[in-house]
């Protein structure tokens, strides 16, 4: 089982990335994804989700109107599109699969874990 992030870098504050979550060795579309992000010195915080299917989203207060999350069941890949980026916004990005309840920021929670993107904004 993987899950790879991509799409991560460098970006100056107003700009925007798209990030990739590769998804292989279980069944992508029989799960929701999430994506969570750990700043510098900080916890994990969630960030956003999408159900199996697609036509459920959620986002956290901190990124709502500026990222978009989305998925791929064809390609066993979802993305998360970010914009209007901030240099709060600078964080490492993983995608996670499997939410088993109990805090969707935590990585105990799923069954599934990316080994993270670097996001980096500039301002």
């Known amino acids: 089982v993987q899950l790879v992030e991509s799409g991560g870098g460098l970006v100056q504050a107003g700009g925007s990335l798209r990030l990739s979550c590769a998804a292989s060795?279980?069944?992508?579309?029989?799960?929701?994804m999430s994506w969570v992000r750990q700043a510098p010195g900080k916890g994990l915080e969630w960030v956003s989700r999408i159900n199996s299917g697609g036509g459920g989203t959620s986002y956290a207060e901190s990124v709502k109107g500026r990222f978009t999350i989305s998925r791929d069941n064809a390609k066993n890949t979802a993305y998360l599109q970010m914009s209007s980026l901030k240099p709060e916004d600078t964080a490492v990005y993983y995608c996670a699969a499997g939410y088993r309840g109990r805090g969707l920021h935590l990585r105990e929670n799923y069954n599934y874990w990316g080994q993270g993107t670097q996001v980096t904004v500039s301002s």
């Open positions: 060795g279980f069944t992508f579309s029989s799960y929701g």
